[in-house]
């Protein structure tokens, strides 16, 4: 079964980039039978698309973020990252690593990320 998990640094200054890393266990990330993606979720607020990268390094991000978001892959480490530069305390949520295949079909538990001097 496949898991994943977020790593990150929970508060993030005004104007610094946002960094975080998901670690997928018991499935590669090279595989093309799926995109690698993060979601977030403001308080209060439904679910938020922000992106996905593929076994090809192609990455496809939500309209509203695409200038300030990045992600990669670490293949040897099976891991894949955010990077949301710039960021405000608009970008305070909780932020999920999944997995898209056909759906969503497996989420991370997500990490908490408050943006704050």
């Known amino acids: 079964q496949v898991l994943l998990q977020e790593s990150g640094p929970g508060l993030v200054k005004p104007s610094q980039t946002l960094s975080l890393t998901c670690t997928v266990s018991?499935?590669?990330?090279?595989?093309?039978?799926?995109?690698w993606a993060w979601i977030r979720q403001p308080p209060g607020k439904g679910l938020e698309w922000i992106g996905y990268?593929?076994?090809?390094?192609?990455?496809y991000f939500s309209p509203s973020l695409e200038s300030r978001t990045s992600i990669s892959r670490d293949t040897s480490n099976n891991q894949f990252s955010l990077h949301l530069s710039s960021v405000t305390p608009e970008d305070t949520a909780v932020y999920y690593c999944?997995?898209?295949?056909?759906?969503?079909?497996?989420w991370g538990q997500g990490t908490q990320i408050t943006v704050s001097s």
């Open positions: 999944a997995r898209l295949g056909n759906q969503f079909d497996a």
């Open positions: 018991n499935g590669p990330i090279t595989t093309n039978a799926y995109y």
């Open positions: 990268i593929t076994n090809t390094d192609i990455t």
